[in-house]
């Protein structure tokens, strides 16, 4: 989820609200942020302010810290302890080559013991809710996989959040649920499962092999999720147009963040009706490029639009033309304006 889990993300999750009247919930009921380089973290980056930014709802945040160098990692959780929080997240899962070749992400899997140290070291610095983010490992070995989990179960992680795929194989095949469902069975910490979620009702029917469910993907192509799934949960409906038919989306708060106000338009939108769907996605969008303007610096704007664009476009008929338009812009208006031409253009 680099450059996707940022502050103008969550904002636009946020502006979602499941239906329900005073009970209804909006957004997701927690939130990891982008992988924060532990090195650059401590050195003091130009742009780690920005990464250690916890609005809208710090309460509901978990600051996600990536590096392979011990003391690095230990000076980090120390500062972000300071922020408010719901807890700090350890990233021993992530196989990007860019992460890995440094030891860091999945490497940490390689060795039980450096890793149980390390937590063992973490641990009193945070008082905040310590958890680490896994794959199966670097190969198919669950018994390895449940000794290591054990491990930092021991050492004091209070969450384990394990995507069912190693190292090598990326997006190359499904995620294994089967994996999360036996391993919640060996430990007596939460067990959040990732991998592979592609509706509200699919997020629901995973959690009964775990404790909590996280998504990323996903919640890229459709933020309204969060809260279709709170609407399914609490109206006991399990029709998807039914219920994103109900959502509330916070007229206000897209009032105070639009050029133009379009709460009008989305009020009791109705989705089956082509022309008011298109609206709806044409104003979803127009709101994360003013999100993304506010709450990223210049230097990141181009690079978070088009990483966005390029999950929620699989939206749209056309999607990957749309894609490639919006890819030759080189600023957020050149983006704003062809976003804008295409549901002028073909509307249908």
Not at 167 to 174: N, S
Not at 176 to 192: C, F, G, N, Q
Request: with cysteine; hydrophobic share 40%.
């Amino acid at each position: 989820m680099a450059e996707l889990s940022h502050r103008a993300l969550r904002e636009l999750i946020e502006n979602f609200k499941s239906p329900g009247g005073g009970t209804a919930k909006t957004g997701a009921d927690e939130y990891f942020t982008e992988m924060i380089s532990a090195g650059a973290f401590v050195s003091g980056g130009p742009f780690e302010a920005w990464y250690a930014d916890g609005g809208p709802c710090p309460e509901k945040l978990v600051y996600q810290i990536v590096g392979s160098d011990e003391a690095q990692l230990l000076q980090a959780v120390t500062l972000l302890d300071r922020h408010e929080c719901l807890g700090i997240d350890i990233n021993m899962g992530c196989s990007a080559p860019a992460i890995t070749r440094t030891g860091a992400g999945v490497r940490w899997m390689a060795d039980i013991d450096r890793a149980g140290a390390l937590i063992r070291q973490i641990r009193p610095k945070t008082r905040r809710r310590l958890s680490v983010k896994l794959r199966t490992g670097l190969e198919d070995d669950f018994e390895y996989l449940v000794n290591f989990c054990r491990r930092l179960e021991g050492e004091g992680v209070e969450l384990i959040t394990l995507h069912p795929r190693t190292a090598r194989e990326k997006f190359k095949r499904r995620a294994r649920w089967d994996y999360v469902s036996a391993l919640k069975k060996e430990l007596h910490i939460p067990l959040a499962g990732n991998g592979d979620i592609a509706s509200a009702k699919e997020m629901l029917r995973r959690s009964e092999d775990c404790d909590a469910v996280m998504i990323g993907r996903l919640a890229v192509r459709q933020p309204w999720v969060f809260a279709e799934a709170h609407g399914i949960n609490s109206t006991t409906e399990n029709c998807y147009s039914a219920v994103l038919n109900s959502l509330e989306f916070h007229g206000e708060k897209l009032q105070n963040h639009l050029k133009t106000p379009c709460s009008s338009v989305l009020e009791n939108l109705n989705l089956t009706n082509m022309a008011k769907r298109a609206v709806f996605f044409e104003e979803i969008g127009l709101l994360f490029l003013e999100l993304l303007s506010r709450y990223q610096p210049p230097e990141f704007h181009l690079s978070r639009a088009r990483r966005f664009f390029s999950y929620f476009c699989d939206n749209l008929k056309w999607g990957t033309h749309v894609k490639n338009l919006l890819n030759r812009e080189t600023d957020l208006a050149g983006i704003e304006r062809a976003w804008k031409g295409y549901f002028t253009e073909v509307r249908e």
